[in-house]
């Protein structure tokens, strides 16, 4: 409460006074306390102890962390929604375990590998070598000592070398990789008839009693969520527009400083031929290659139409439209294609060029020069976005100032009142429902619902637009009396028996399929329209039929000897009767082109289900002692 107090009020001279005097109280009285903190022993894993200055540090970096995801939208009350202190007590045990374990097997870091490790960090380095400046600067920016984010490279190496200890004779084999491959490739195409619930209703009869005991039944599935209703003031920065007013020396300097927005940069329409050469080609393959583009290199320079030839021999993506690539700047092809094709003047058909893809004919169509947009010809787009800007800014401090001018424990609507301002309140909603008038993510939710009766949110953007929230009234989760949901329970009761209905009709149908009846003349005399899918893969939906899982996966168990399965299928879209139709393998050559991406897939899945199952075995198997709780 005090803090929150302070909170609301840090600008004003006299709470600085009495963080001062806090400050000199805490100091005095309470030095030895914090001290103690740190050296507090929190738990023992296998006798080794933890620290409370180790858990400390854990925790708060964790905590950094999902106040760095949640930004504006985070509040001190998700540390609970989200168990952060048991969270980073049981990352810490899982270091212990690691660390102790990699000592027992005699595995080390040292001080050169962790040097290597950090001047090899990509984002360390500047042209390719590691610039020490940028290293502490942005160690700085994230708040970060050298010596903390050396002991979490010493950390990440050490794992590493565990996990390729661990895993060391682990291997995928060919087999594993080939029926993963045909279980996610191979396809299948069925036919098959849909009962619908519907044409079922007018027959189903609604029993009080036994809608009761559906009811009964199936409860928890209307239990009614927790939901709250928040008053809000929105500050909106539209309504700041007009206070603003900027001078043609704003205008100006704007345009001066983002140039390169205004300015079309030089560009050129080309057409290219590619002739495609393996990466692993051999000497004479690429020769190959080269003296048939060589060929239509002659053709083109010949005369006759290149859009034809691109046509006819290209083997890139454009082939379809003659090699047509569009208008294209610097920096958008590889390097030598680049730099041919600007070289080139209008009309002109390069010399073979030679890149990573292949051997490129290429012919400019157009070259447009590169120009700037004059001041006149944007000014109002930069009057548009200064404004919008400044607006933004305007809005903000506004916000700012109302929460700063907040006293504790104020009603949002009085509050609102006293300064001119509207107040609006929301419908009561639930975590899963958007706000009604304002929007937002399923975070905003996170953080509004994290709130206690009463208590105000900081200023959050949502939107483009600010907002200070108050929680009014919170209705806790419940199970709700018949009554209450009778309309919608009646609803789902007679969709429930119309389904059921469904189900013995189509069950009946199968039945006299698995018994010889025609699918076409079955289909005919009970009225059905029988359909068909695509070929399709594990993977692939299914919109004709919608989800059904159960559905899919039988259909891969059917054959043209068994083409029926031995039940049907339910979803939301009706009860389906289906039939085997054909099947189709995998591709053997792409198989092989993409069969070591599948592999390394396999081996990172395999090894993390061994990894997290070694360290759970681990944690059975370890004396961990909990000495100071870590709760609430």
């Known amino acids: 409460m005090v803090l929150s107090l302070m909170r609301r009020h840090a600008k004003s001279w006299l709470i600085k006074f009495l963080i001062g005097i806090i400050a000199v109280v805490f100091i005095f009285y309470f030095g030895y306390s914090f001290t103690s903190k740190q050296g507090l022993k929190v738990a023992y894993v296998n006798g080794e102890v933890i620290t409370g200055q180790e858990y400390q540090k854990t925790y708060r970096d964790l905590l950094e962390a999902l106040r760095r995801q949640y930004k504006g939208l985070w509040n001190e009350n998700l540390i609970k929604v989200f168990d952060v202190k048991k969270r ?91 029926n993963q491959y045909v279980y996610a490739n191979e396809k299948v195409k069925i036919a098959f008839v849909r009962f619908e619930p519907d044409q079922f209703r007018k027959s189903v009869h609604v029993d009080q009693a036994a809608l009761e005991k559906f009811f009964e039944k199936n409860k928890e599935s209307y239990r009614v969520p927790e939901k709250i209703k928040a008053v809000f003031i929105e500050v909106d920065p539209e309504d700041f527009k007009d206070e603003v007013k900027l001078t043609e020396m704003e205008i100006s300097d704007y345009y001066e400083y983002n140039l390169e927005a205004f300015s079309e940069p030089e560009a050129v329409r080309a057409r290219h031929i590619l002739f495609k050469v393996p990466k692993d080609a051999s000497l004479e393959v690429e020769e190959t290659v080269r003296a048939n583009a060589q060929k239509v290199l002659e053709k083109a320079r010949s005369g006759e139409p290149f859009e034809d030839l691109a046509k006819t021999y290209s083997e890139g993506p454009t082939k379809s439209k003659g090699g047509d690539l569009g208008y294209f700047s610097r920096g958008k092809m590889v390097k030598p294609f680049e730099e041919a094709a600007f070289a080139l003047e209008k009309g ?38 200064l404004v919008a800007n400044v607006a933004l800014d305007l809005a903000h401090e506004k916000g700012l100032s109302l929460i700063d001018q907040m006293p504790y424990e104020i009603d949002l609507t009085r509050y609102a009142k006293q300064h001119g301002l509207a107040v609006k309140e929301t419908d009561f909603f639930s975590q899963a429902d958007e706000i009604a008038g304002v929007g937002g993510n399923e975070k905003l939710r996170e953080s509004l619902f994290a709130l206690e009766k009463g208590e105000m949110s900081e200023l959050i953007e949502v939107d483009g637009k600010f907002f200070i929230f108050q929680v009014k ?42 018994q010889g009846k025609g699918w076409e003349a079955l289909a005919q005399e009970q009225g059905l329209k029988p359909e068909e899918t695509k070929f399709f893969t594990r993977r692939d939906s299914l919109p004709e039929i919608g989800y059904e899982p159960d559905l899919k996966e039988a259909a891969f168990g059917l054959s043209e000897e068994n083409p029926y399965p031995d039940k049907v299928f339910e979803n939301s879209k009706g009860v389906f009767v289906i039939k085997w139709k054909a099947d189709q393998g995998i591709d053997q050559e792409k198989y092989e082109e993409e069969k070591e991406k599948y592999r390394f897939a396999l081996m990172e899945a395999k090894q993390r289900r061994a990894f997290e199952k070694w360290l759970q075995d681990l944690k059975q198997e370890a004396d961990i002692e909990l000495v100071t709780p870590v709760e609430g």
């Open 88 to 178: 980073a007590l049981e990352n810490l045990i899982n270091q212990k375990l690691i660390t102790q374990e990699a000592k027992r097997l005699g595995l080390a870091v040292t001080e050169e590998e962790i040097q290597k490790a950090i001047m090899n960090y990509p984002s360390f380095q500047t042209n390719g070598r590691f610039d020490m400046n940028r290293y502490r600067v942005l160690l700085s920016h994230n708040r970060m000592k050298p010596e903390d984010f050396e002991a979490t490279i010493a950390q990440g190496l050490l794992d590493s070398k565990l996990r390729e200890f661990l895993f060391a004779f682990m291997e995928v084999t060919d087999r594993e990789i080939l």
């Open 348 to 385: 002109e058909i390069s010399d073979l060029v030679r890149t990573p893809f292949g051997y490129h004919i290429i012919k400019v169509e157009d070259v447009r020069e590169g120009k700037r947009k004059p001041l006149e010809e944007v000014r109002n787009q930069i009057v548009d976005t």
């Open 473 to 514: 009234e919170r209705k806790p989760s419940h199970l709700p009396e018949l009554g209450e949901v009778e309309e919608t329970v009646r609803e789902e009761f007679v969709s429930h028996l119309a389904t059921k209905e469904a189900e013995k009709a189509a069950e009946s149908h199968l039945e006299q399929l698995r």
